[in-house]
């Protein structure tokens, strides 16, 4: 793999620049699991780490854009896979004077690289007796071909050749990142996990090496059989705070659309490639039985003791587009709780997920994902936070 590091600085180093981390080692993580992954929401966003392939940099720059700007005080590496990406974005840094900052950093890699940053890496909190946080990176799903597998699995090798910033920790289990949500003591992790590796055994051996890898109490989010709405745990549930999460609802969704504006029922049905040759149902999937397979989620996580709000979600194809408000970025800065919550330019359903966000005392911070989103992505899914402080 060929690494470059390119500064977009203006000459300035901030403190904590891309080839460092400042996780504050923890050294109160008890349990079987190894590693604690970082929590969703406690301390400030300290290095955040977005991928800019070059295919994808001009449809992606709106949301990349809004999140730069969200995140004022935060260290970025953006992670290019060509001199082309490299000098695309660094036009645009300095078009909107971003390179003023001094604390947005490129790094160039050679080789294919996936959007979504969030899943071929999950960053762990530091403990006492670590100089750099664990990176688990975990096997890449058998779609990808042998290029793309060893490319996306060495970023954290990338990031050690121009400085050590993590200690890599390689696992044989397909766990994208994106699969995997913790608050401070508890890990969310989809049912799709356990037959996703059928390999590895059964779902309890599967478990097992879950719970082996993972430090804190693990949750598994779906039904015996693994039925989930989407690939993704973060695309349908959002860690509050310990004990609470929020969880997709159709419903909500669906009830907010019926009296909405033409716009915003216009807007919703080209965010999921709405078209009226698709197969049924032909629309928004408020079935029955979709309701029913995230109520169902809701009623197990309620069992487990976790207190479950609801936010409008919509998809349509099974999964294959979605419309959610749970794949956020959060932190806690200077004792202010802060979301950082995609839009879609639906009106009516952008207002609907940012007020239940407000009616928990949070400041919101909105990325417009309305160019990405087709993806199957969303906020957290593109900025893969590695520090906090």
Known sequence: MLVVAVSCDSGTKPDNGAGSSTNTPDASLTGRGRFAPLSEYSGAIDHIVVHQPENLVGQSWRATHDLLKALPDTTFTLVCNSQKAVDEVTGRLRQWKFTERGNVRLLAVDGPLLMWARDRYIATRRTASQSVPAWITPEPPPTFDSDRRSNERGIPDAFNAVALTCERVDTALVLEGGNVVASRSNVYVGANALSENAASGDALRVRELLDDLLAGRLI?????????????????????????????????????????DEASKQALYERLYITPN????????????RNKLLDDIAERLTAEGVEVIRIPYADSRGGDFIVTYNNVLQETRNGERIVIMPIYE?????????????????????VNVSTISHLVGAVRCMGNVVGRK
């Open 278 to 289: 698709m197969p049924p149902p032909v629309g928004p999937d408020f079935t029955a039985a």
């Open 346 to 366: 639906i009106p009516a359903l952008d207002k609907a997920a940012r007020e239940v966000y407000e009616s928990l005392g949070v400041q919101v911070r909105e």
């Open 220 to 260: 598994i989010v779906g039904d015996e059989a693994g039925g989930v709405p989407c690939d993704h745990v973060d695309m349908y549930l959002t860690a509050i705070d310990d004990g609470k999460v929020l969880v997709g609802s159709p419903a909500l969704a669906r009830q907010v659309i019926a009296s909405a």
